[in-house]
């Protein structure tokens, strides 16, 4: 229990993580039946934790340096467990969406220090085999996910998605305090709460642009009203992180076209990779009439994909040029999410397999890679900054990339059907919809509708593969950061933090 006991605690707060990113996407048909809620409503049950993460991770890092990381984690074990309680128990659709966001703020300040916390405990070999289960875990969460989600949705119900948090943090908690030492960073630090919150009214402001954008076009007065909040918070922030003594991040390392690289391929990476994903599962369940578990799994063939080209790559790949796994990984996305743009009325889920496991593939390449991408374009006292970074800018990609999905969606639908419905169809609504419209017809609204947002993925993921590739030059450092297979590189080095 001493030597592995830590190692316990952590991963179980990792697992509840990141295993919630991807374990409610199975269940927004229930959700959305049980609370009457809209399509909007359901993008910002998934974004809402995105935002809240993305927003506030580099954030809850520097305060964990200077108030103590244990202290840090075990408090947002215990909001994140409070938050999930309150998602189990929510009776309308407002309620969830703000304990999503409290989630995420729980999940923020458990990530931000699940690794230091883990370098400050294991040195040298013990060290590495810790890493190598964190990985292992990691990966395995978002692979797990949306099969646990089925097959708590399909049987208590899906509010134990949120309950089954409770335990896991319980013993989470009882173990972080009994075997993981204290931690701080060096003295002298200080939180960039400015920068930290004009992040967040960026972030959140440039997703709301994006969702509202599906509801009232592109051109309304909402809209426009929040890009135009967005671009100040952005320019708000740049203003202060480049005066603050301690920044978030520092923006001379934009300088970099390396770092520019990676940052703009992991944003693109988590968007094009999963962001159409939720509304694949709201097709499947309420047009095809999967159940929640078959649901689940017809994604496994590319997360099996992705796990097992992510192993494979750590052996073969071994010393291969950064450039070429990240910049091929997303090309071979990209390709993958225009090789499941075929579908039509009568299609059903297989259509879907070889654009999938192409997309696995490309996430194999990429997910263990781009953390040490980031590392090795940047001077090693940047190295925690630049880990924190790339992990902020994964997740905030994510969210991004549900809410331009939706809005494609939305506007390729209303092509063939009025608002209204189109809304009501893309929220999981297909049932109250039969009356008025044929079923062939919703299908191919659905359908038409999932093409183009695959279509419009497909493009963003091949730019992005091309910019990494003419930015992201091959170097020692860069090599090396593949051969520690990322994960382990960024770890050890977010370890000591602005230390």
Known sequence: MRKWGPLTAICLGTFMLLLDVTIVVVALPDMARALHASLGDLQWVVDGYALALAALLLGAGAAADVLGRRRVHVAGVVLFAAASLLCGLAGGPGTLVAARAVQGVGAAAMFATTLPLLGSVYQGRERSAALGVWGAVSGGAAAVGPVLGGLLTEGPG?????????????????????????????????????????????????????????????????????????????????????RVAHPLLDLSLLRRPAFVGVMAGALAFNGVAFGVTPYLSLWMQTLLGMSPVRGGLALLPM?????????????????????????????????????????????????????????????????????????????PERSGMAGGAVNTVRQLGYALGVAVAGTVLTSRMEHTLPHGAAHTLAGGGAGALHGAYSAHALRAAFASGLDAALLVAGCV????????????????RAAEGVTDSGAATLSEVTAARRG
């Open 158 to 242: 899906w509010r134990w998605i949120f309950f089954v948090n409770l335990p896991v943090s319980v013993a989470s908690v009882w173990l972080t305090l009994r075997v993981v030492p204290e931690s701080r960073g060096r003295r002298g630090l200080r939180v960039d709460w400015l920068g930290t919150a004009a992040f967040a009214a960026f972030a959140g402001g440039a997703t709301y642009a994006v969702v509202r954008a599906g509801e009232d076009g592109w051109g309304s007065a909402a809209s426009l009203g929040a890009f135009a909040a967005a671009a100040l918070a952005l320019v708000c922030f740049v203003l202060v992180e480049r």
């Open 461 to 476: 993921g091949l730019a992005a593969g091309v910019l990494v590739l003419a930015l992201v030059r091959p170097s020692r």
């Open 303 to 379: 997360t099996v994909a992705a796990m097992v080209v992510a192993v494979l790559a750590g052996r073969l790949l071994h010393g291969a040029p950064v450039r070429l796994t990240i910049g091929g990984g997303l090309l071979l996305i990209g390709t993958g999410c225009l090789g499941q743009a075929v579908l039509g009325a009568g299609s059903t889920w297989t259509a879907l397999v070889p654009g999938l496991v192409l997309v696995g593939v490309g996430t194999g390449l990429v997910s263990p890679t781009v953390a040490g991408a980031a590392l090795a374009a940047v001077p």
